[in-house]
């Protein structure tokens, strides 16, 4: 079907219709995101063994390398090197293809994401989709079938359980997470990411009393969606062993433990370009910093460009220390306080919340 | 543009083709997820990004998950999927084939121009004005739809009245 011609075509339309410098400035970006991604899950997993060790009075690995920074390195090769055991019981297809699966989005949803302004003329963001938002929560939505596939291709009923669980937890807190950042819209009225970064630049919108109700949905719904505690149900420990995960191994579990740390990277992400101004420096506006020279954009190094990449970067790891001071603070939810958590409390707020909005909006005009 | 277009809907087809032809329910879900992804590629190509973005949400990441769900805690095994009967398979086809009459004929008679991309702007703007002008009824009809069928599966689903 797909002749030699026939992609080669493909490819030379491709160029044409963007050009070569575009094509190859994605490309550039898509390489460079992709690791930095990757290197902030390994090293993400390493700040929260060492945090989790200081919050429990412990020392925490630090025998690999300097204070125990080259531990992540030590863990890739363990996981790559170990044998890749498939249990006989197991659905051999959805088995390998549930941690791709889980994956896979974890890493798609973080090309929306605005991560810094311009550097040398180039907008910092991999695809500037006018439904920005609305793409990652699709896409988001789709790691689901990696975990309950997982769990039920295994044959085995904690793994199961933990499938189950997790699906109904995810439908649950989709519906408050998506109502929650309505208001967002409402005042900027994009759903265009870097028009919604673009829109903070004199006032974050968490300092908005409507947004930070919003702001708080989010941060919670985000942490159900994201499986970690207080919500880690589908693979809380005590109960079902190790949830979804219980009969995976080597670098098979590897793929599912890289999917939830990049998912929380990217919600961590997704909360600093929504309330907390994305890559914009505090106090400082943004024409006091990088328009003077924009003429010589294209040409010049611009440092300017990686003070806002460092500020985003900044921001995103505070978020990311949240997450994991609350996960080694705050004890499990049980099932149900959880379902009524999400159904009864947070859905009618959010929904109070857009009607609020909305009435603010009419007065304000 | 035309040979993506023949891409997404060759795929799509083909998918769609062994949804039915599968034995296996989660199998055949894992497809009907596909032939959803295909039909938001022909979307992207029709420079529809919302109803695309829409399709896969709502579709492929809430509507299939709750099917799968509910797929694997009745847990069909394939063996004991019964061997295709002949009344329902007459009755399937005759269907299927009163179907694809009925769309040849409205395709036939239809003033839209066939696989051209749309000359109206399908953003959020547009089709949310849409929705709350012309097709309001409608739009309100179809909730209440959807309300009195979750109502009824709350009914059916209660193991004893009180």
Redesign the interface.
């Known amino acids: 079907m797909m002749t030699e011609p026939m992609i080669a075509g493909l490819w030379t339309d491709t160029v044409s219709f963007f050009g070569v410098h575009a094509v190859a400035v994605v490309l550039l970006k898509i390489a460079v995101v992709l690791f930095a991604l990757l290197g902030l899950v390994s090293y993400t997993v390493l700040a929260e063994r060492r945090i989790s060790a200081f919050i429990q009075d412990r020392l925490g690995p630090n025998r690999v390398g300097w204070f125990g920074l080259l531990q992540p390195v030590a863990d890739s090769f363990k996981f790559l090197l170990k044998e890749n055991v498939m249990p006989a019981h197991v659905n051999r297809i959805y088995y390998v293809l549930a941690p791709c699966i889980a994956l896979a989005p974890a890493l798609l949803t973080f090309i929306v994401i605005p991560f810094g302004n311009t550097l040398a003329g180039e907008p910092m963001v991999i695809a500037n989709l006018n439904v920005g938002v609305l793409w990652m929560f699709s896409i988001a939505s789709l790691g689901v079938y990696g975990i309950v596939l997982g769990g039920w291709a295994s044959n085995s009923k904690y793994p199961f359980l933990g499938g189950i669980r997790s699906s109904a937890q995810m439908i649950s807190y989709e519906i408050s997470m998506g109502l929650s950042l309505i208001p967002v819209f409402m005042h900027v009225g994009s759903l265009n990411l870097t028009e919604i970064v673009n829109a903070q630049s004199h006032r974050w919108l968490f300092l908005h009393p409507n947004l930070f109700l919003a702001f708080l949905i989010f941060m919670i719904s985000s942490f159900a969606e994201t499986n970690r505690l207080p919500f880690d149900l589908p693979e809380s420990e005590q109960e079902l062993v190790g949830g979804y995960h219980t009969e995976y191994g080597s670098m098979k579990f590897a793929l599912f433990f890289l999917a939830e740390y990049a998912n929380m990277i990217t919600a961590s992400a997704l909360m600093v370009t929504l309330f907390f101004g994305g890559w914009q420096v505090p106090f400082a506006l943004p024409e006091s910093l990088s328009h003077p020279v924009t003429w010589l954009a294209p040409f010049v190094f611009q440092p300017v460009g990686f003070v806002y990449i460092l500020s985003f970067f900044l921001k995103m790891l505070l978020f990311l220390g949240v997450f994991i001071w609350i996960r080694w603070t705050l004890p499990r939810f049980r099932y149900d306080q959880l379902m009524n958590l999400g159904w009864k409390v947070f859905l009618p707020m959010a929904l109070a919340n857009v009607f609020v909005m909305g009435i603010w909006m009419a007065l304000s005009v | 543009m035309n ?2 277009f023949y ?1 997404f809907s ?1 795929l799509m087809l083909l998918c769609a083709a062994l949804v039915v032809a599968n034995r296996h329910p ?1 199998t055949s879900a ?1 497809l009907l ?1 596909l032939v959803f992804f295909f039909m938001a590629g022909l979307f992207v190509l029709l420079e529809a ?2 109803l695309a ?2 399709q ?2 709502v579709y ?3 509507v299939m ?2 099917f ?2 509910v797929m ?2 009745l847990d069909i095994r394939s063996s004991q999927i019964r061997r295709q009967n002949a009344p329902a398979m007459l009755a399937g086809l005759s269907v299927g084939f009163a179907f694809w009459v009925e769309f040849w004929l409205i395709l036939r008679h239809s003033a839209l121009p066939v696989g051209a991309p749309m000359n109206f702007d399908a ?2 703007r547009p089709i949310g004005k849409l929705l709350f002008s012309e097709f309001v009824l409608p739009f309100e009809i179809t909730s209440l739809l959807l309300l009195a069928a979750l109502v009824g599966v709350v009914l059916l689903s209660q193991k004893e009245t009180r």
Do not use: E, R, S, T
Request: proline letters at 0%; charged letters at 0%; hydrophobic letters at 90%.
């Open positions: 040979l993506l891409i060759g989660v894992m997820i990004f919302f973005v829409i896969v949400l492929a990441g809430a998950v709750l799968l769900f694997m805690l953003g959020i």
